[in-house]
């Protein structure tokens, strides 16, 4: 990549970027990819690490931040950093990998660090938690966070955490959400004669997948049909119900998103799920647990229809009364789309993640 713009004839800023290897970081990553990729000011090398076990490491899928930390690990050493103006750390556990070699200007983004993930699990009651305040890797993460020059938190919900529990200074902070390109999550033509229904989780089981199945199987509602789009989704399932597990393609989420009516997320852990960001620009009414930063993202309640998490009663209540609303749909759906417009439209966020980057270098 160039270190010099055409355009301009200045000097670009050089950063390289590693990020988590997931379905919604890497959706998060793209998004800013492309984005930035002609930016006069910033060259951008994207480099994806992965969760899978190195050779020779046992699989165990708690072991993954240390899998994702030896991967960062094993990328920058194949890093010329000489050049290197900052360096963009995605996420907290890619930051911890690269701690072993001496760095740049760096950043780290996160979505939530060990001790705020805890907090967002509904599955665990808060007494049993455990307290990672002593833990070796939690060490490590307030290591990679007191030496970054910025922290991008991807919600408020983040930041405030980041303050509280790690101690990260405000004037170190920038809230980043994640972005989505509202030109290609927009409202489609639906089909008036049914409700449309749609999910979008690769983790069926965390997602809330088999309490919404739930719903579908018991609801005396009709009108509707309900398409899950999970590679874990069940291959046996109810009428009216269609699985989609081969779909990758983000234009093709973003047809079915764009033609769904209501898209449903009865996560019982997240943070910043970056499905309901693009539900909310394809027009949906959106349904979601009030955990994490979802809220936020719902605006309290303004942009989309919030329940507490495990709750079936309360999700079977939501669902059939908004089948059976289309006035409540559309008006849920238009103040939707106007919040994703106005907040989380790639070509916004991209030049705060920017701007950061910059400031870093600086």
């Known amino acids: 990549m160039s270190a010099c713009d055409d355009r301009t004839g200045s000097a670009r800023v050089r950063c390289e970027a590693l990020f988590e290897d997931a379905m919604g970081h890497r959706s998060f990553a793209r998004s800013i990819q492309a984005s930035l990729a002609s930016d006069p000011l910033i060259a951008i090398d994207w480099h994806p690490v992965a969760h899978e076990a190195p050779a020779g490491v046992p699989r165990h899928r708690k072991l993954f931040p240390l899998h994702v930390a030896w991967n960062a690990r094993t990328v920058l050493s194949t890093l010329d950093l000489s050049a290197v103006d900052c360096l963009l750390l995605h996420t907290h556990w890619v930051a911890v990998g690269a701690m072993t070699r001496r760095l740049p200007g760096y950043v780290v983004c996160t979505d939530a660090t060990p001790r705020a993930y805890a907090s967002a699990d509904s599955r665990v009651p808060p007494r049993s938690r455990p307290s990672l305040r002593s833990r070796p890797l939690q060490l490590a993460v307030d290591r990679a966070m007191s030496g970054a020059r910025r922290v991008v938190a991807l919600s408020e919900w983040t930041a405030q955490h980041l303050m509280d529990d790690e101690g990260v200074p405000g004037e170190r902070l920038r809230v980043v959400p994640p972005g989505v390109d509202t030109d290609l999550f927009f409202p489609r033509q639906r089909d008036g004669d049914v409700?449309?229904?749609?999910?979008v989780g690769y983790d069926f089981d965390r997602k809330g997948g088999q309490l919404l199945l739930d719903w579908a199987r018991t609801t005396r509602t009709t009108g509707w049909e309900l398409h899950l789009v999970s590679p874990q989704a069940p291959v046996d399932l109810p009428a009216r119900v269609i699985g989609h597990r081969d779909v990758r393609d983000v234009a093709a989420v973003a047809d079915l998103l764009g033609r769904s009516d209501i898209f449903v997320l009865p996560t019982g852990q997240d943070i910043?799920?970056?499905?309901?960001i693009e539900a909310l620009a394809s027009g949906c009414a959106?349904?979601?647990t009030s955990v994490g930063a979802i809220p936020e993202l719902l605006d309290g309640g303004r942009a989309g229809a919030l329940f507490r998490a495990g709750s079936a009663p309360e999700l079977g209540r939501t669902?059939?009364?908004?089948?059976?609303d289309a006035d409540r749909r559309h008006h849920l759906a238009d103040a939707g789309r106007d919040r994703a417009v106005l907040c989380y439209d790639i070509a916004r966020t991209s030049l705060v993640m920017r701007s950061t980057l910059l400031e870093a270098a600086s």
Not at 195 to 199: K, P, T
Not at 272 to 276: E, G, H, L, N, T
Not at 319 to 324: A, P
């Open 272 to 276: 910043v799920p970056v499905a309901v």
């Open 319 to 324: 669902l059939d009364e908004l089948v059976n």
């Open 286 to 288: 959106v349904v979601a």
């Open 195 to 199: 409700v449309r229904i749609a999910f």
